[in-house]
């Protein structure tokens, strides 16, 4: 039904920026809170940001102050702007949604992730 579709990753060089991208694709449905996950190598997904229907803002302590999620509730895309970038964040970053069917129970949907390198 409902499909996360991302875009943005790649590779940048520390103190660098990119933006990822993450838009909900489907039909019947809204969007309540987005966010973003990371997982490096070895290590546990983590929490980056999550953003409400309201534009209500959450960061990971990692990020706090270099990331900046925003959405567009018109077009069910959530954004992240990354700047500053460090080594530590090269991770496999995904998006997700709380997924609100018209006709069915909430759905927590995953994007298929997107890798972001930052490396000299």
């Known amino acids: 039904q409902v499909q996360l579709v991302e875009s943005g990753g790649g590779l940048v060089q520390p103190g660098g920026s990119l933006r990822l991208s993450c838009a909900a694709s489907?039909?019947?449905?809204?969007?309540?809170?987005m966010g973003w996950h990371r997982q490096a190598p070895g290590k546990q997904r983590e929490l980056v940001a999550t953003?409400?229907?309201?534009?209500?803002?959450k960061y990971g302590d990692s990020v706090k102050g270099r990331f900046t999620i925003s959405r567009d509730n018109a077009k069910n895309t959530v954004y992240l702007q990354m700047n500053n970038l460090k080594p530590e964040d090269t991770a496999v970053y995904y998006c997700?949604?709380?997924?609100?069917?018209?006709?069915?129970?909430?759905?927590?949907?995953w994007g298929q992730g997107t890798q972001v390198t930052v490396s000299s």
């Open positions: 489907g039909r019947n449905f809204w969007v309540s809170d």
């Open positions: 953003i409400t229907s309201s534009g209500r803002t």
């Open positions: 997700n949604a709380d997924v609100r069917p018209w006709h069915s129970d909430p759905q927590d949907s």
